[in-house]
């Protein structure tokens, strides 16, 4: 079945630490996105991307980087000057129409939190 | 700007009761609309999409109806059941630019 997978499900960061959180989709998507969710907030974009080697920053990129090497990755690197990196991460991936009418699937999440 | 507000929650309904989500968005043009739903400790999945002006979405009993006239997707269903406790996102893709911008989230619990 094809499906969008993140990993690992709970990730802890050490202070002054960078880490890296995975997603992979087999769906065949262009592109790719990663969110932040916190209580009460909704969904934040971070970053996405619409194809392969390219990528744009979304409305919270600060302390976030990215790269987009191949089609179906697209991990996320949390790095040590996000001051505030405990939430849960989420990463989606959807077809590319002009229109952006084409629905995004999500993947599972990835719950940080700060030792 | 383009913005997506949500009524917010919680919303608590006894079994079988009538839901109403409000949701309305700013935009100019003719964006598609969606509704997700999340439950605990999982991503969201769509729930039901609308394409153009008038169209109504609808899946396992949920129908929203795109209104231009009033900017609004608000999402309906005729009898919930406690299986239905969830938070639900309105949102709107951004023509031109593969972004969807989504509300805040409106948490449905159901009480048998």
Redesign the interface.
């Known amino acids: 079945d094809g499906g969008i997978t993140q990993s690992p499900k709970y990730l802890f960061r050490k202070e002054g630490q960078n880490v890296t959180l995975s997603c992979e989709q087999n769906l065949n998507h262009d592109a790719m996105y990663w969110y932040r969710q916190d209580p009460g907030q909704g969904l934040r974009l971070i970053y996405y991307s619409q194809i392969v080697n390219d990528f744009q920053k979304g409305d919270i990129a600060e302390g976030y980087s990215v790269s987009r090497e191949k089609k179906e990755s697209f991990p996320l690197t949390v790095t040590s000057a996000q001051k505030n990196p405990t939430a849960f991460y989420l990463c989606a991936s959807s077809f590319r129409t002009w229109e952006g009418n084409q629905p995004q699937h999500f993947g599972d999440g990835t719950r940080l939190s700060i030792l | 700007g383009n913005s997506v507000t949500q009524m917010e929650g919680p919303v608590t309904l006894s079994e079988e009761a009538f839901l109403t989500i409000n949701c309305t968005y700013t935009a100019t043009g003719y964006?598609?609309l969606?509704w997700y739903v999340q439950y605990p400790?999982?991503?969201?999945?769509?729930l039901l999409?609308a394409?153009k002006a008038d169209d109504k979405g609808s899946n396992k009993g949920f129908e929203a109806t795109y209104r231009k006239e009033t900017t609004s997707f608000h999402l309906e269903k005729g009898s919930v059941q406690v299986s239905d406790s969830a938070v639900y996102?309105c949102a709107r893709?951004?023509?031109?630019?593969?972004?969807?911008t989504?509300?805040?989230?409106t948490k449905l619990q159901v009480i048998p």
């Open positions: 964006p598609s969606f400790g999982e991503g969201l999945q769509l999409k394409t996102f893709a951004h023509e031109g630019y593969q972004k969807v989504f509300g805040t989230g």
